[in-house]
């Protein structure tokens, strides 16, 4: 949001050096993001949060800078010079819905002269991005980037009757805004009508048939304060956001009213000509506005801060920032929060504000800056983690240790993301969220495979040779619970992600493939004590034929998949996913054998198979027929081409063979290779 410097200087002393400036601002929780010299002014680009729309104008930062700055704000001048005759006269306000429009007030000012504005006005609207308009018309939005107050001039001649009612809108009832368009309006919208027709929505826009014109001669100027559900409601159905709405949705200061439409009615008579009539027309409901109350306590606030902050400084301080202060004994407050600070403040379900609500104000102001990082004392002893936090952190270690990142992605997730890849639960619907942040995050992730892929090819798009990363985190089904209230399923997965080139060209570059992350998620299953088994079977989103089901052998239980990613932008990537649950149960109890003092033997044989035959079947096979003083084995390669059989591949099977007790002999070694081999060759050999 765009301020003038030089606008705001008219209210405070501000430091001549603007680093210091927004060194202060920032610090204080209103970040300057950018500063742009224009002409003799500077204009800042600051941050203003939803929650303080008393900053979304060039008065309530002044009153910040003040207190930042100890210098004294100087308040501009509201009340106007007025005439014998009595608006309450020549007007009447009725509020019909106080819910939607618990204060509105109104004042009149004839014999106006429509025209265009001083260059003084013109170029303060300017410097926001406003539009000059005519001169009525630019004093109303002087005023609200002024004091933050949303005004409207109505041409009282148009106004039925002379009559302000605000209510509900009838069904059928239709309304010409400012912007020209015709809009139907619904008994959900509030509106401002004169005695007969809608002329405006209320909080919203302006309506055409009552705008001001250059035949303009008496106005009536509103200033009024809407509920901020309203607004908002309102001006999401009709697609419209106006500087008034933004202000009003995020809470406008309702005692703010009077101040400025006064305001107003006195720069119009300024710069417009014209008289302004006797007192303001001002209806609002009973008990309105509420006031909100609490208690600052000093030693609390100094424990809660970690810091000292003199008594003297956090009076001084609040009381710049229009608080009020009654000091029961020393060291305690009575606090009571100003009218435009209501809605950043929201009561506890007793009436009272929460206390750290109120020791925000007085830390801020001193910086956060300036409090030292210290640990909290805990007294007592940790609680033992439980089995699943153990095996979270393992499968953390291990991953980490294997060179892959560990991310963190919302557990919201893209409906049609979530569709297009696989899910332990393919029979479970997506839970779908009420009201999501947007489509890209409208359903509870299934599997978190669809966010590792994105942030790889996030990376992937910025250059990044190589990606490895992964995932422990909750997944979400529907219950299958029959206990009404029941929270969805909430099993906990582990998933990666990998590809590209890992290394560099002087020394071995490696291509990350399938194996990588098969080899991973071995691993890992090995180190928790677990066996797991690939299983061919074509997936959503993955690449027929290069892709998997994983189980646990012995159950047949499905835990988890891998596969190549079918849609490729760049070097291709491979995941998989496991549930949590699927690598409990195993003794993982580290044992170590010394080696051999002997010389071991390797052999290599190349098994010619139906490519449908898994590895882990044949790998099973190996260990339920091991000859004596084989040590290990392992998958060494795999090769489809020119002189593999058609449906067939080649693959290579290391072999260690050692004994504890003496050196091998190559004819012992050949004698156990071939009873094993043939074995091998008669329950796997193709078959053509």
């Not at 705001?8 to 601002?25: G, K």
């Not at 260059?119 to 000059?132: F, P, T």
């Not at 991953?399 to 979530?418: I, K």
């Not at 490519?611 to 998958?635: F, K, Q």
């Amino acid at each position: 949001m765009l301020f003038s410097r030089s606008w705001l200087a008219e209210y405070v002393d501000l430091p001549a050096d603007p680093q210091e400036l927004s060194r202060r601002f920032t610090a204080a929780g209103l970040a300057i993001e950018g500063m742009e010299k224009k002409g003799d002014d500077l204009l800042l680009d600051i941050e203003v949060t939803t929650n303080r729309p008393d900053c979304m104008n060039h008065l309530g930062l002044a009153r910040e800078a003040a207190v930042l700055f100890t210098t004294p704000l100087r308040r501009p001048p509201t009340a106007p010079e007025e005439s014998a005759e009595k608006a309450a006269d020549v007007a009447a306000v009725a509020i019909e819905d106080f819910d939607g429009c618990p204060r509105y007030v109104a004042r009149v000012v004839r014999g106006v002269k429509i025209g265009p504005s001083p260059d003084w006005l013109r170029a303060r609207l300017e410097a926001v991005g406003v539009r000059s308009i005519n001169n009525v018309v630019d004093i109303t939005n002087f005023v609200l980037w002024e004091m933050g107050q949303p005004l409207h001039a109505f041409d009282l001649a148009k106004l039925g009757g002379h009559r302000i009612v605000v209510r509900r809108a009838r069904a059928g009832e239709m309304v010409k805004t400012l912007d020209g368009q015709e809009r139907k309006l619904t008994p959900e919208v509030l509106v401002i009508a004169d005695a007969e027709v809608p002329v405006a929505l209320g909080g919203v826009m302006g309506g055409a048939d009552s705008e001001v014109t250059d035949a303009t001669t008496d106005i009536l100027i509103e200033g009024a304060h809407f509920d901020r559900k309203r607004v908002r409601v309102a001006a999401k159905a009709f697609g419209v956001h106006t500087d008034a709405s933004h202000r009003f949705e995020r809470g406008s200061d309702p005692e703010l009213c009077l101040e400025g439409v006064s305001r107003a009615a006195r720069l119009i008579s300024e710069v417009a000509g014209g008289t302004v009539l006797a007192g303001a027309i001002d209806v609002r409901a009973e008990n309105f506005p509420p006031v909100r109350q609490g208690r600052l306590d000093l030693a609390r606030l100094h424990r809660f801060a970690g810091a000292e902050i003199p008594a003297a400084d956090v009076e001084r301080w609040l009381t710049g920032l229009g608080f009020g202060l009654t000091s029961q004994e020393p060291g305690i407050w009575d606090v009571t929060v100003p009218s435009w600070r209501l809605f950043d403040f929201e009561p506890r379900p007793d009436g009272r504000v929460y206390e750290a609500d109120l020791f925000e104000e007085p830390i801020r102001i001193y910086g956060l800056d300036n409090i030292l990082a210290t640990l909290p004392k805990i007294s007592g002893y940790d609680a033992p983690k439980t089995q699943l936090q153990i095996l979270r952190e393992r499968v953390r270690d291990y991953l980490a240790a294997a060179g892959s990142v560990e991310t963190v992605h919302f557990a919201f997730g893209d409906p049609a993301a979530d569709a297009a890849y696989p899910s332990l639960r393919p029979e479970a619907k997506a839970l779908r969220l009420k009201n999501p942040l947007s489509e890209q995050y409208a359903v509870m992730r299934r599997s978190l495979v669809p966010n590792l892929i994105a942030t790889a090819r996030f990376n992937q798009r910025r250059g990044a040779a190589a990606v490895r990363m992964f995932e422990t985190a909750k997944v979400y089904f529907p219950t299958t619970s029959k206990e009404r209230g029941a929270l969805p399923d909430q099993p906990e997965h582990v998933a990666l992600v990998c590809g590209g080139t890992v290394g560099n060209p002087w020394q071995r570059e490696t291509v990350l493939d399938l194996f990588d992350a098969k080899g991973t998620i071995d691993g890992l299953a090995e180190a928790l004590g677990v066996t797991l088994e690939a299983r061919p079977k074509d997936l959503p989103g993955l690449l027929a034929g290069s892709s998997a089901e994983l189980i646990r052998p012995g159950s047949g239980e499905v835990v988890g998949f891998l596969g190549r990613v079918a849609e490729e932008e760049g070097y291709p990537l491979y995941v998989a996913e496991v549930a949590l649950d699927g690598l409990t149960g195993g003794e993982s109890n580290l044992q170590v054998e010394p080696p051999s003092r002997f010389p071991g033997v390797s052999v290599d044989l190349t098994l010619t198979h139906v490519l449908a035959t898994p590895w882990a079947e044949i790998a099973r096979a190996i260990a339920e027929n091991a000859p004596d003083d084989l040590v290990s084995w392992g998958l060494k390669d795999r090769y489809r081409g020119s002189g593999v059989p058609e449906g067939a591949v080649n693959t290579t099977i290391s072999f260690l063979y050692n004994s504890q007790e003496r050196s091998l002999t190559q004819e012992e070694v050949n004698e156990r290779q071939g009873a094993l081999a043939a074995d091998l060759e008669r329950r796997f050999g193709w078959k053509g």
